[in-house]
């Protein structure tokens, strides 16, 4: 497996000195998803987007949530490049993808809360509740097997 980062919002002008192939985008329309697009291009960076929600119980539909694990595991395990996953603050969407992500390769789901808990700290503190909500969606329904790349 290459090498995931998770982490909040990248700031535009620090965009080109990372070190990671692809900027990962969980962000909604309104939250200026596009302007970060553009920056990451830019910079000469892959950039993958999905706009996806967690807020409020409010969570995006399964599928969507499926096709942005179906493109991260094609960055990461088909292409062999490094990924910087985010969204605004770096906590809930960005750590209920990486832990869907890691239960798809198999983690328990302690195994992929623990993963994901040592990858950003700060994610513990403010997330288990959506994980076990996350765990209820892939539960009831079935993975795909195939995997696809918008970028």
């Not at 959506?130 to 993975?143: H, R, T, Y």
Request: hydrophobic share 40%; charged share 25%.
């Amino acid at each position: 497996m290459s090498n995931l980062t998770l982490g909040p919002r990248p700031k535009f002008k620090k965009i080109k000195d990372r070190s990671e192939e692809v900027i990962f985008t969980l962000l909604k329309t309104n939250e200026d998803a596009a302007a970060i697009g553009a920056a990451v291009k830019k910079a000469g960076k892959m950039w993958t987007w999905h706009g996806l929600s967690v807020r409020n119980h409010d969570f995006s539909p399964w599928r969507d949530w499926e096709n942005a694990v179906l493109d991260l595991e094609q960055c990461l395990d088909v292409m062999d490049q490094t990924v910087y996953l985010h969204c605004a603050a770096g906590i809930h969407r960005t750590g209920s993808l990486a832990y869907l992500y890691f239960r798809r390769k198999a983690y328990t789901p302690e195994q992929a809360r623990a993963k994901v808990f040592s990858m950003r700290p700060v994610i513990e503190d403010q997330i288990n509740t959506k994980l076990f909500e996350m765990e209820a969606m892939i539960q009831d329904n079935a993975w795909r097997s195939e995997v696809n790349c918008n970028g």
